[in-house]
């Protein structure tokens, strides 16, 4: 083991003495970019677009298919611009991208963050509560219940497990989630959060300052917000 994967070990073995040493502690996880990735889901539109375009643009269709993992930005007018696809194209994309992305259907593609489902398990299993808190609204739940059982988390609703899900699709991610931390707050002790976004796990640092707060660093909408100093950087949930 290397000497960051030492050191993130030790912080994610931190967490579950505070919660055995605090049953019925709360650990709050994000779901996109932090328990699970989007990759997949991305891909797999770019591919179906690729189809769509394939009889009348061939040559863009093969841009599509060319983009993998790596290329993937936060922005997939940003990934289809990279990669060269021309403007007017791009445009129509995003339109194709957002008609999908947030379906039900297309959150089954997604895979987990390395150890995600087996570190939630054990903030189960050493008597804490699992907090899903994330920016998908109340018409993702069946995909995202399905996609946390397929993948062996804690399943939602049982005592060991809350997911909360934003009320409608356009309320603003950063005003819900100061909502939600505050009905979680009246809930009990919080031990620690795991989120993708800076702005996110700062309100968190701030609404719980006792808690260890964790920033994955996977990828996020690259708005120029610094962590606090106080949050610990983490690449997955492997120990």
């Not at 599509?64 to 990934?79: G, P, Q």
């Not at 895979?111 to 609204?137: H, I, K």
């Amino acid at each position: 083991m290397t000497a960051p994967e030492s050191r993130q070990a030790r912080l994610l073995d931190a967490v579950l003495a505070d919660v055995e040493a605090a049953p019925g502690a709360q650990v709050v996880f994000d779901l996109d970019d932090t328990l699970f990735s989007t990759a997949r889901r991305h891909l797999r539109i770019l591919r179906e677009f690729a189809e769509l375009v394939e009889s009348a643009d061939p040559e863009a269709a093969g841009l599509l298919r060319a983009i993998d993992r790596e290329s993937l930005r936060y922005s997939v007018v940003d990934t289809v611009r990279g990669a060269g696809l021309r403007e007017a194209l791009a445009k129509d994309l995003r339109e194709f991208w957002f008609a999908r992305f947030f379906q039900n259907r297309y959150l089954l593609e997604d895979d987990v963050v390395s150890g995600a489902p087996a570190y939630c398990e054990e903030v189960a299993a050493r008597g804490g509560t699992v907090v899903y808190m994330t920016g998908r609204d109340e018409g993702m739940r069946a995909g995202t219940e399905e996609s946390l059982a397929r993948h062996g988390f804690p399943k939602p609703g049982e005592a060991s497990a809350r997911l909360i899900l934003k009320p409608t699709f356009d309320a603003p991610d950063f005003a819900f989630k100061a909502e939600a931390l505050a009905r979680v707050k009246a809930a009990g002790r919080v031990a620690a959060s795991f989120e993708n976004e800076p702005a996110h796990v700062n309100l968190f640092r701030e609404t719980f300052p006792a808690a260890r707060h964790f920033l994955l660093e996977t990828k996020h909408s690259g708005r120029p917000v610094l962590p606090h100093p106080d949050v610990h950087r983490i690449q997955d949930f492997r120990r």
